[in-house]
């Protein structure tokens, strides 16, 4: 610094404590850029954004040793104060339009820093820092002359490069179609948007802000969407929607034969998924008050089979060994490429996979979750028609997927439905009466608890009606009924439990867990024999794969767990424990964090350097193909009980019913033997 | 060079004369490589592609002082040997296969050699190198294997990197979506088309050449275009048709008009043009016997009105002052975002633009023709609705665009027809009897002579037939007229002239040049008054624009004339300056080139570096902006006459009639008032 400098106005950046001098009359917004302070500007100077709001902080100039001058920023210009009245902030100043005259202390609010934090609401909050791959800038572009003949586009780019620093720009070509009518109707000054500082996507006439994106976790049985505001970070909506494949097949292996079998297979699911993508994009700006086409960029993640129909790529080499994809990285494609109706030149962003079965999803997952940034193992279990595990901490990570079937999202379970209001998604039964209370998606608190056999008083209509039974409330409802002793650990119904809530097909039980009264359809919800089979098969599987993982890496026991799943709700840890869908752990460290897939989806879309992450820990973390292990069938026969017929489970000590050893292995080998018996042939009931 | 060197082979390639040691062993294919010279191998040393032929020039060892060797390769394998003799060329070896064991001299042939040489036809030979941006390579990939996670995609991009350097790929979504059945149908060995090194385009299953490109010059009135394959860069078709936007408007302002002042008019012109591309590309590869879909690039060139309807831009903008284009720089955009049908994967490049009214086709003009390069100052002439006119050396070049309107393609002329079997494309009127021969398209040799009112023998059919008269058939036949004394140099017919050919409607004369017998139509094929009243206009547009830049260049003469344009046939220079087209020159510096814009296409698909060339000049041409320019009119008043009224030609001494001075001025100033009167309503007559 020069003696010069030493004459020119100290200032200093709050909260950062950024500071330097700089000439008296520098600009507050060219001083933040010269100190390496991001301040938000769309408009850059023109007083239209407004986003640039600072404020002086003449309280604690003193602390920072600055001198109390008389005037600090030059005063405020009659459209500053007119703007600032209306904004309500005559404490504030924008800082395109004051200078600094002499030493000063200045605050950048959150809300107008360029790189803003979210903070997500998960059960573990964390922050998201905003830095989406698409931006808005508004630029003042020559006039065309005769005589000067860069063309339109050529002085959109000359005016980009001088006024924001932007270069080799490619301009796609919806926007080039209309950006001469755009530059003269906004007379030559418009709002351009930016995908990666790269490609210019869309020209506005005049100052016009706004920028959308869609984050969508595509599962095999349930669609979830997030349409945030890439400025703010902001959810502006979410809707989720069962996947219209289904009706191809409930889960992959079917799927992927549907499209191996019929010659526009492939075709029917892909138009399938991008027709339920757009209703997807249409419900959700409808809800947020924009239109479908102001969506300018949207992420998607799913499992491998997924994301291939997605792009219009046969899923056929995934259904066999060596279970090959077409593409493991990251891709961008443009939206109207798959037929998306989203903004004419948007991109979307599809996460890369970790191998054949370990898809974008779970790349999601992780960059939600972080556990490569954990010195604890952490074991990441996220659950849905495919689940994938994952196990590991900074030093080395596992990664492994296991076929659990539907049953966790409510099918293949009588009264299953996905999470969406009037579905039964936490239960009770008292363990001495078996009555049973639920809460219902859409509701507030507990049900009644109604006798059966009891009249009815018309008078009094039950406030909790329930259509069906989602995965959380699966999960817990066959929980309780092993803690009430209704199911024995084999999984078979108790027959020594006469009851009026459990009701007998031959040998065949069904718990009540709604009556009649409490259903929306007139009839009681029921829970069967066969979705407890499947529950337990799904889970077997499930721990199968974990144990698996945790031989390899020869651990005993994980630090953490982290149950992530599209469940609708969130599980509750210590239920997934009593049914042994994870392995023991201290019931504190483990979390359910609901669906992971669907936040890191939305972490990229709002934040571009977590694809470059996503990118790095897809290709770092190591795939171990469980299916194919040799022990795999050994660990499934002994998860089938509840919660294992081995393992112990010493911090469910005190919670679990008192175990009759004596039936077990025989109904273990039942289940087993009609396991078998599927797997030749789906047709075969039980 | 260490000792140890000097005891490894010697090997010198010729024709280039690059020479060097390399171990002995060393494959000839990689000896070359290492010394710089590029044989062509799309297999890569699979013995299937069978490009990389060289020749062991035995009898010039001495005269390079290479030792005399017993074996200076290794011997052929069996494979080798079999290939060689189905190719009947036993005297070369495969570059691939052969090692270098002792000093060698190897000949690598032009067709061995990676960029080769075409010879263009043109008035002057020249020869295009051949960089063509699309390519093919033949690679094995590594076979998909249990836990290994790369994808088939990041498999094909490694296979790429290790044998042919390729790096950094993307690969088009419709590829991607193919890859993993041809991976498979080709047994792991596929080739795979890329676009300019970094994106593949296509994969096809084993080996499979075939380049193939298309370059359309899209004029206002003719599109003409040519199908090449890449490899070879020989022509393999060409086709031409009418522009199918004259149903809109014949020349760019009411093309320009119609996309004002109807709602979908750009739309309408947009489709049409491209219906009228997917037909040349139709019939192209039908002629060629290649599928269109294997047109794996495409170049097209073409007036600024042309490129921006082709891309879907509107060109409202180009119509009134300041001209601005949408965009001057040059453009590459998926064929099928256009509705083009050629390959899935081609992608389109339209060459730069200089300003509003000078186009991509000129640029194409100018880098087949190199006038930049040349000391001598050149005058290029590209004649179409449109013409473009550029002056300079390799110091400085000015360009200047003059709307002559569409009489030189033979619209607005009552017989005029394109340039295609019938069409009359030279013209001889005997002066002393009046009577006319000619030559048309698609016949041998010159017609008889007939005489009107002779009674036509019946056994005698004549030869030639005419269906009407062509651009270069049309300027000839006023030249002719001009030289015979039939028309008077203000372009009115003389009225002094009685003869059975001469026709007349009150004041108005027309010439019989074809007979009834002679014209296809069984009727005569004559030259009316208002045809060459459209002529002068058209000429006196061109002459005018030169001038300007001539008096801006403060030259009174050029050293060289190029006469361009798709006139169909090449354009007789004598009469070119006859008529008063191109001022006066020594004859035998005037060339005409045909259609130069077209070669500049072709030029720009079969060598990219000729790309990135284009764009510079494009930029650094100053542009002329004549048509505002005050002296136009005084500058155009003076050419209508033939070949002008105050300007000397020199050049034509001996060659033009004898001038009656008498009624020039006069008739001059008539076809002026009539011009004015056009240019208020061009729906007024003469």
Redesign the interface.
């Given at each position: 610094m020069t003696d010069h400098s030493h004459n020119e106005p100290l200032v200093i950046f709050m909260p950062s404590g950024r500071r330097g001098r700089v000439p008296a009359g520098t600009l507050v917004l060219d001083a933040a850029r010269q100190l390496g302070v991001e301040i938000e500007s769309i408009c850059g100077g023109r007083l239209t954004c407004n986003k640039c709001r600072i404020r002086v902080e003449e309280g604690q100039f003193a602390k920072h040793g600055i001198s109390s001058a008389s005037s600090h920023l030059s005063p405020a210009s009659a459209d500053e104060t007119r703007l600032l009245e209306k904004l309500e902030s005559l404490d504030c100043r924008l800082s395109c339009n004051a200078q600094i005259l002499d030493d000063a202390l200045i605050f950048v609010p959150e809300e107008s820093r360029a790189h803003k934090q979210v903070v997500r609401k998960a059960a573990t909050e964390r922050v998201i820092d905003l830095f989406p791959a698409v931006r808005q800038v508004f630029v003042e572009v020559d006039q065309?002359?005769?005589?000067?003949?860069?063309?339109?586009?050529?002085r959109l780019q000359d005016a980009l490069a001088a006024k924001w620093d932007l270069h080799n720009l490619t301009?796609d070509?919806p926007a080039?179609?209309e950006?001469?009518?755009n530059l003269r109707s906004g007379k030559w000054a418009v709002t351009v948007t930016l995908w990666q500082d790269h490609e210019v996507i869309d020209v506005q006439p005049g100052y016009q802000e706004g920028v959308y994106g869609l984050a969508v976790d595509i599962g095999s049985t349930t669609i979830a969407g997030f349409l945030c505001n890439l400025r703010t970070g902001e959810i502006l909506a979410t809707d989720s929607m069962m996947n219209p494949q289904v009706t191809y097949g409930e889960d992959l292996m079917s799927r992927i034969s549907y499209a191996m079998m019929h010659n526009n297979g492939l075709d029917k699911m892909h138009t399938a998924v991008i027709e339920a993508l757009n209703h997807l994009a249409a419900s959700t700006a409808r809800e947020a008050g924009i239109r479908q086409r102001q969506i300018q960029e949207a992420v998607f993640v799913g499992n491998t089979t997924m994301t291939h129909i997605l792009?219009?790529?046969?899923p056929?080499?995934l259904g066999g060994?060596?279970?090959?994809?077409?593409?493991?990285?990251a891709m961008d494609?443009k939206a109207r490429?798959l037929g998306l109706r989203l903004h004419r030149g948007a991109n979307i962003h599809v996460l890369p996979?970790?191998?054949?079965h370990v898809g974008a999803d779970n790349v999601a997952a992780l960059i939600a979750e972080e556990p490569y940034n954990q010195e604890d193992v952490t074991l990441l279990v996220d659950v849905g028609t495919n689940a994938e595990i994952v196990l590991g901490n900074k030093e080395w990570m596992l990664s492994a997927s296991s076929p659990t079937g539907p049953a966790f999202e409510g099918a293949q379970i009588r009264f299953g439905m996905r999470a969406a209001p009037g579905a039964i998604e936490r239960v009770r039964i008292d363990p001495e009466t078996w009555e049973a209370r639920f809460r219902v998606i859409g509701e507030e608190g507990w049900s009644d608890s109604w006798h059966i056999g009891v009249e009815f008083p018309v008078e009094e209509q039950p406030k909790h009606l329930a259509a069906g039974i989602c995965g959380s409330g699966i999960i817990e409802v066959v929980a309780e009924m092993f803690l009430a002793g209704i199911l024995q650990p084999d999984g078979r119904f108790n027959p020594d439990l006469p009851h009026e809530r459990i009701r007998w097909d031959g040998k065949r039980g069904e718990y009540i867990l709604a009556t009649a009264e409490q259903s929306t359809m007139g009839m009681p919800v029921v829970v069967t024999q066969d979705d407890v089979r499947n529950i337990q098969l799904a889970k077997a599987a499930l721990y199968a794969g974990i144990k698996l993982l945790m031989n390899e890496a020869e651990l005993e026991t994980v630090d953490r767990i982290v149950l992530a799943g599209a469940f609708g709700s969130y599980i509750d840890p210590k239920y997934a424990m009593i049914l042994g869908l994870i392995p023991d752990c201290d019931l504190e460290k483990v979390t359910a964090v609901g669906n992971a897939a669907g936040d890191g989806a939305r972490i990229a879309l709002l934040n571009k350097h977590k694809r470059t992450e996503a990118q790095r820990i897809s290709e770092w973390v190591t795939?171990v193909?469980t299916a194919?292990h040799p022990q795999f069938q050994e660990e499934f026969v002994g998860a089938i009980h509840l919660p294992h017929a081995s393992d112990a489970f010493p911090h469910l000590n005190g919670l679990l019913p008192e175990l009759k050893s004596g039936s077990e292995l025989n109904g273990n080998g039942r289940i087993e033997r009609r396991r078998r018996r599927r797997a030749r042939n789906p047709e075969i009931g039980d």
């Amino acid at each position: 610094m020069t003696d010069h400098s030493h004459n020119e106005p100290l200032v200093i950046f709050m909260p950062s404590g950024r500071r330097g001098r700089v000439p008296a009359g520098t600009l507050v917004l060219d001083a933040a850029r010269q100190l390496g302070v991001e301040i938000e500007s769309i408009c850059g100077g023109r007083l239209t954004c407004n986003k640039c709001r600072i404020r002086v902080e003449e309280g604690q100039f003193a602390k920072h040793g600055i001198s109390s001058a008389s005037s600090h920023l030059s005063p405020a210009s009659a459209d500053e104060t007119r703007l600032l009245e209306k904004l309500e902030s005559l404490d504030c100043r924008l800082s395109c339009n004051a200078q600094i005259l002499d030493d000063a202390l200045i605050f950048v609010p959150e809300e107008s820093r360029a790189h803003k934090q979210v903070v997500r609401k998960a059960a573990t909050e964390r922050v998201i820092d905003l830095f989406p791959a698409v931006r808005q800038v508004f630029v003042e572009v020559d006039q065309a002359q005769l005589g000067e003949h860069r063309g339109d586009w050529g002085r959109l780019q000359d005016a980009l490069a001088a006024k924001w620093d932007l270069h080799n720009l490619t301009i796609d070509l919806p926007a080039l179609r209309e950006l001469q009518a755009n530059l003269r109707s906004g007379k030559w000054a418009v709002t351009v948007t930016l995908w990666q500082d790269h490609e210019v996507i869309d020209v506005q006439p005049g100052y016009q802000e706004g920028v959308y994106g869609l984050a969508v976790d595509i599962g095999s049985t349930t669609i979830a969407g997030f349409l945030c505001n890439l400025r703010t970070g902001e959810i502006l909506a979410t809707d989720s929607m069962m996947n219209p494949q289904v009706t191809y097949g409930e889960d992959l292996m079917s799927r992927i034969s549907y499209a191996m079998m019929h010659n526009n297979g492939l075709d029917k699911m892909h138009t399938a998924v991008i027709e339920a993508l757009n209703h997807l994009a249409a419900s959700t700006a409808r809800e947020a008050g924009i239109r479908q086409r102001q969506i300018q960029e949207a992420v998607f993640v799913g499992n491998t089979t997924m994301t291939h129909i997605l792009l219009g790529i046969s899923p056929v080499e995934l259904g066999g060994a060596p279970f090959a994809l077409a593409n493991r990285a990251a891709m961008d494609v443009k939206a109207r490429e798959l037929g998306l109706r989203l903004h004419r030149g948007a991109n979307i962003h599809v996460l890369p996979a970790e191998a054949g079965h370990v898809g974008a999803d779970n790349v999601a997952a992780l960059i939600a979750e972080e556990p490569y940034n954990q010195e604890d193992v952490t074991l990441l279990v996220d659950v849905g028609t495919n689940a994938e595990i994952v196990l590991g901490n900074k030093e080395w990570m596992l990664s492994a997927s296991s076929p659990t079937g539907p049953a966790f999202e409510g099918a293949q379970i009588r009264f299953g439905m996905r999470a969406a209001p009037g579905a039964i998604e936490r239960v009770r039964i008292d363990p001495e009466t078996w009555e049973a209370r639920f809460r219902v998606i859409g509701e507030e608190g507990w049900s009644d608890s109604w006798h059966i056999g009891v009249e009815f008083p018309v008078e009094e209509q039950p406030k909790h009606l329930a259509a069906g039974i989602c995965g959380s409330g699966i999960i817990e409802v066959v929980a309780e009924m092993f803690l009430a002793g209704i199911l024995q650990p084999d999984g078979r119904f108790n027959p020594d439990l006469p009851h009026e809530r459990i009701r007998w097909d031959g040998k065949r039980g069904e718990y009540i867990l709604a009556t009649a009264e409490q259903s929306t359809m007139g009839m009681p919800v029921v829970v069967t024999q066969d979705d407890v089979r499947n529950i337990q098969l799904a889970k077997a599987a499930l721990y199968a794969g974990i144990k698996l993982l945790m031989n390899e890496a020869e651990l005993e026991t994980v630090d953490r767990i982290v149950l992530a799943g599209a469940f609708g709700s969130y599980i509750d840890p210590k239920y997934a424990m009593i049914l042994g869908l994870i392995p023991d752990c201290d019931l504190e460290k483990v979390t359910a964090v609901g669906n992971a897939a669907g936040d890191g989806a939305r972490i990229a879309l709002l934040n571009k350097h977590k694809r470059t992450e996503a990118q790095r820990i897809s290709e770092w973390v190591t795939y171990v193909e469980t299916a194919v292990h040799p022990q795999f069938q050994e660990e499934f026969v002994g998860a089938i009980h509840l919660p294992h017929a081995s393992d112990a489970f010493p911090h469910l000590n005190g919670l679990l019913p008192e175990l009759k050893s004596g039936s077990e292995l025989n109904g273990n080998g039942r289940i087993e033997r009609r396991r078998r018996r599927r797997a030749r042939n789906p047709e075969i009931g039980d």
